[in-house]
């Protein structure tokens, strides 16, 4: 693992920026995301991005656990995908960080809900309140639920893998 928690932070970013991109035009092809007009698809890919990196840190902390380092290592890689440096002016960047933190406010609670017996629904849930997102103002089907529970495991499985074996 990359012992410097900034330098892991900006790894996990580049693996972001090559991966997530990939993973939503999966959901777009699956035809379970209904999103018409680029609007919907814009808003649709904007609560992706706060699905995705919600994986990421998901990632670092069972790459790392959960401590000052791993701490470190996630604000580097807001800093590198949400940051003023990638592209955005400081009120886009600012707008982009607040509902990135409402969504981990939301996923996290999600995650914690039910103890061990909620674990086993945890993904399910998850990808139901993406989907949530994502489908609004319309109501998601069921298959867009899965698909997104499904990628993002997938995502947090290669980026915390990605974490591990770097360096």
């Known amino acids: 693992m990359i012992a410097d ?4 932070g900006h790894a996990l970013a580049e693996f972001y920026r090559a991966v997530a991109p990939r993973l939503f035009h999966d959901l777009e092809e699956s035809g379970a995301l209904h999103a018409t007009g680029e ?3 814009e808003h649709a890919r904007h609560e992706w991005e706060c699905f995705a990196l919600y994986a990421c840190v998901r990632a ?5 656990g959960f401590n000052r380092e791993t701490g470190h290592a ?3 890689l807001h800093e590198s995908v949400l940051g ?4 955005a002016t400081r009120a886009e960047a600012a707008d982009r960080r607040a509902r990135v933190a409402e969504r981990y406010a939301e996923y996290g609670a999600i995650g914690q809900e ?3 017996a909620g674990a086993a629904t945890v ?3 998850l990808g139901e ?8 103002p319309a109501l998601p089907g069921a298959a867009l639920a899965e698909i997104a529970g499904a990628l993002h495991e997938q995502l947090v499985e290669g980026a915390s893998e990605a974490v591990r074996v770097a360096e």
């Open 39 to 41: 609007a919907a698809r």
């Open 74 to 76: 996630i604000e580097a």
């Open 5 to 8: 928690p900034a330098r892991r």
């Open 129 to 136: 309140a993406a989907a949530r997102h994502m489908a609004a």
């Open 114 to 116: 039910g103890g061990a």
């Open 84 to 87: 003023v440096g990638a592209g």
């Open 60 to 64: 670092l902390v069972a790459a790392g």
């Open 123 to 125: 993904t399910r849930r």
